[in-house]
């Protein structure tokens, strides 16, 4: 596949990495390794990776696996079955990049532990993705992205002042994936320096306590824990979402005093109440969050969704809409490419970064195994 940019060329042509991965944080790192001309070989248990089974909502296939697997090759191996632990073995004596987000001290046992690996190949990159790191008592812990919201201290303070809330997304996951690109994107550039490779570990409380630092910071400032305050800010006034007359919800954001004076005037039609007694301050407006947000509530109450945008607008006030789905779907601003599927083609949000102005093609989503016949040939001598 040729850059977007029309180069020719990817970054990652010529890198080999070996993934010994499921479910979501490790095959969001390779992904975007593949994505980059990576060439990744995803190995497999024969009933495929557990993630593949999550939902069937893509023509049969499930959402996460389309998702975060395209442009990589299937292998279905044992690493239990000596004949294919010396398969592996081969293609990492080749890689560039080794993976693996198994139990914890299952690669060890298996003979792919990342030490002996380092030892034996100076230049490989080992990626080990845990769920708490490791040498303490959360170590042998199982760790899916729920529980880590929740250990991590997110789910408390996510959600209304009723409880906490789980977050929509598998945001640990997602967020260790993300480190553990970065660290190996700076391992691959460290080895043009010095010729060696790295022993990496990311864990997704790790990934998530690192989001966590303000809450936590704060915290440790101030005695007082963030709270709960659902669509609002817990320390910005107002920032939060009100209903319009024709039931729409518009989220504002007021960050300083000059927008809190040009969201008096031109959306609420007072100018002089930026300036009144319980107003005049966010740290007034905090304390009197109540009247203020009511004030605030009133005004879009008579206003419809388009005529609450056009004085938003017009007033330079930060402003979103609380979204379904559905909206999503047709928004102006999603982008979205085509990959191949063993199911047909499937339409999935495109990458975030632009190349050149452009989203790189991504290669096809593969079927369970469908690379073995290939990869055992090549590398199986």
């Not at 040729?2 to 990652?12: E, I, K, N």
């Not at 890198?15 to 190995?43: F, H, M, N, W």
């Not at 989001?211 to 963030?226: C, H, I, K, Q, S």
């Not at 056009?310 to 102006?332: C, I, K, Q």
């Amino acid at each position: 596949m040729t850059d977007a940019g029309g180069s020719g060329a990817r970054p990652l042509d010529g890198i080999t990495v070996l993934a010994l991965e499921q479910a979501v944080a490790a095959p969001y790192c390779s992904s975007r390794l593949a994505d980059a001309g990576a060439r990744v070989i995803k190995v497999e248990r024969p009933e495929g990776d557990f993630a593949r089974g999550y939902d069937a909502a893509v023509g049969g296939l499930s959402s996460y696996f389309v998702w975060l697997n395209r442009g990589k090759e299937s292998l279905v191996a044992d690493i239990k079955d000596p004949a294919d632990v010396r398969l592996l073995h081969a293609i990492l004596a080749e890689a560039d990049v080794f993976i693996q987000n198994l139990a914890p001290g299952a690669a060890e046992r298996a003979g792919f532990g990342s030490e002996a690996l380092r030892a034996a190949h100076p230049r490989l990159i080992t990626l080990d993705i845990t769920g708490y790191g490791s040498g303490h008592a959360y170590a042998q812990m199982k760790a899916y992205d729920l529980l880590v919201q929740a250990e991590s201290g997110l789910a408390a303070i996510t959600g209304h002042p009723a409880g906490p809330g789980r977050v929509g997304v598998s945001a640990c996951d997602i967020a260790c994936g993300m480190a553990a690109h970065a660290a190996v994107l700076e391992a691959l550039i460290a080895r043009e320096r010095t010729g060696r490779g790295s022993r990496l570990s990311v864990s997704l409380f790790d990934g998530m306590a690192d989001w966590m630092n303000v809450p936590l910071l704060y915290y440790e400032g101030t005695g007082r824990a963030p709270q709960r305050v659902g669509l609002a800010h817990p320390s910005i006034c107002p920032y939060g979402a009100f209903r319009t007359a024709d039931d729409g919800l518009v989220l504002i954001a007021i960050q300083n005093e000059r927008e809190w004076a040009a969201f008096c005037a031109g959306v609420l039609g007072e100018p002089d109440l930026a300036t009144r007694a319980g107003y005049q301050s966010n740290t007034v407006r905090v304390a009197n969050r109540p009247e203020v947000d009511a004030r605030v509530a009133a005004a879009f109450a008579g206003l419809t969704r388009d005529a609450a945008a056009e004085r938003l607008r017009a007033s330079g006030t930060a402003y979103g809409f609380v979204n379904e789905l559905a909206d999503l779907v047709t928004h102006p601003a999603l982008r979205r490419v085509s990959v191949e599927t063993p199911a047909g083609s499937a339409r999935i949000v495109a990458p975030p970064a632009l190349i050149d102005g452009s989203s790189r093609p991504l290669g096809p989503v593969p079927a369970i195994g469908a690379q073995s016949d290939a990869i055992r040939a090549e590398f199986g001598r």
